[in-house]
């Protein structure tokens, strides 16, 4: 089982430009998060979900969107970046009240 | 909301000693998570405690949920340049969500 893999690693965007964060799980996980990672704050949860079709806000939500069209795959899309964005993403999943399995996360520099 | 206030912030040990990293919590926690980064790398799920005064213990480190269930404490014995990394506490604020502490950095030394 791969886990939980996120595509891209790294990305480089400019101030203006939008870009599709992708998250798959193979573990058959109901829920996924997106969580952003800033030095000094720890992780602070974007948007999540609880099943196919469904997503919710998280913490700090704003400048994000996201998508789970299908139960293994988690879409978080930023429309227009800005170097706010700057930040180590992470994706995870979950059966209900049971431990998060984290991605390898995705480096994101907005300049 | 809930916050989780670590301490400390950075450790630095040498190898063979014993550490403790502290999570306290502003309210109660009903789910207690630890988790262990390598830089450049995602979380690993170390345990999780839900009970006042429950222990847990795997291969060298044990955590800690007191009895009021606000603090928690991580102990790693006899310490190893394998235990380096960011260890994060996260607490269950309803609906499976986590809210994360900042995280404590560990530096062994050998």
């Known amino acids: 089982n791969a886990g939980v893999t996120q595509t891209p690693k790294f990305r480089v965007l400019k101030t203006g430009q939008s870009m599709t964060l992708l998250c798959a799980q193979d573990?058959?996980?109901?829920?996924m998060y997106w969580y952003r990672q800033d030095p000094g704050m720890g992780l602070r949860l974007i948007h999540y979900s609880v099943g196919e079709g469904t997503t919710a806000k998280g913490e700090v939500p704003d400048g994000y969107n996201v998508s789970r069209l299908k139960k293994q795959n988690f879409l978080l899309g930023l429309e227009s970046a800005a170097p706010s964005q700057t930040s180590v993403y992470f994706c995870?999943?979950?059966?209900?009240?049971?431990?998060?399995?984290f991605g390898p996360g995705t480096r994101l520099t907005v300049t | 909301s809930q916050e989780l206030e670590q301490s400390p912030q950075s450790l630095i040990v040498q190898e063979g000693k014993n550490l403790t990293i502290n999570c306290t919590s502003s309210?109660?926690?009903?789910?207690l998570y630890w988790y262990k980064q390598k830089y450049g790398e995602g979380l690993i799920f170390l345990m999780m405690?839900?009970?006042?005064?429950e222990e847990k213990s795997h291969e060298k480190i044990t955590a800690k949920l007191d009895e009021k269930k606000q603090q928690s404490s991580l102990h790693i014995t006899a310490s190893q340049p394998s235990h380096a990394g960011i260890y994060l506490c996260g607490a269950d604020i309803g609906g499976n969500k986590l809210v994360f502490g900042a995280g404590t950095i560990l530096r062994v030394k050998s």
């Open positions: 573990m058959n996980h109901e829920y």
């Open positions: 309210k109660t926690l009903y789910g």
């Open positions: 995870a999943s979950s059966y209900p009240h049971d431990e998060q399995y």
């Open positions: 405690l839900q009970k006042g005064g």
